[in-house]
């Protein structure tokens, strides 16, 4: 099976056909393998599901080694904006790709993400017209409230994870999204992790699981 993202694959335990799929998005700088830590881990408890972990599309500005969906050095906001509309685009490629390589429905589908992952994985889960089944968002923000609002075309289940402490994405952020998807008719699931910096803690990987679990199974 080939994509046009390059991937790090975590296959299911079961050696039957996979029932569903996971698409993991890693944060700013990071790359595929870097959040596959967390696919290894749930595979364990989801013997039907296989984890697909792209690197982003574009050599990172700040890493040599670490990739990027959107460019977030010296960029007004309708930059960032229009950056994310591209790397929405090859996210949905991947989406269809994953839907026609394994014979998935939308519904047998969770795209997540950590930081810049979450943010991109929120836009693009949102304004699909074939709806996937869930959305996972650790540490990140709604891009631009103002541009989804006026797009949304889906309402799949998701779920809310931020430290308090965050210093890279703020707390702000997090409640501005619970706001806009409070506004805008959603029920969704979020926690704010105490004492908790930039970054993916023991309990959030547990919630992550159970709600794979809740959704998917």
């Not at 975590?10 to 990071?30: D, E, F, R, T």
């Not at 595979?43 to 990172?60: G, Q, V, W």
């Not at 977030?72 to 949905?92: G, P, R, W, Y």
Request: charged share 25%; net charge positive.
């Amino acid at each position: 099976m080939t994509y046009t993202l390059n991937t790090t694959i975590i296959n299911p335990k079961s050696s039957q056909k996979p029932k569903n799929a996971v698409i993991l998005c890693h944060g700013y700088g990071g790359d595929g393998k870097d959040i596959s830590i967390l696919a290894n881990y749930w595979k364990n408890y989801l013997p039907e599901t296989i984890f697909i972990c792209p690197d982003a599309p574009e050599k990172c500005a700040v890493s040599a080694t670490g990739f990027q969906w959107f460019d977030l050095m010296d960029q007004t906001k309708d930059e960032i904006l229009t950056k994310s509309l591209v790397a929405e685009i090859k996210l949905n490629k991947l989406i269809d790709e994953v839907k026609d390589n394994l014979n998935l429905k939308s519904n047998n589908i969770i795209l997540g993400g950590f930081s810049q992952g979450c943010m991109i994985s929120i836009q693009t889960g949102l304004k699909r017209t074939d709806k996937i089944k869930a959305i996972i968002g650790y540490s990140g923000r709604i891009i631009s409230t103002d541009h989804l609002s006026r797009n949304i075309n889906s309402r799949p289940e998701v779920i809310l994870m931020h430290g308090d402490k965050d210093e890279v994405v703020p707390i702000e952020s997090f409640l501005e999204a619970k706001e806009f998807f409070f506004k805008n008719n959603y029920s969704i699931k979020a926690k704010i992790f105490k004492n908790c910096e930039h970054r993916i803690p023991q309990e959030g990987s547990s919630l992550g699981l159970e709600f794979i679990k809740k959704n998917l199974y």
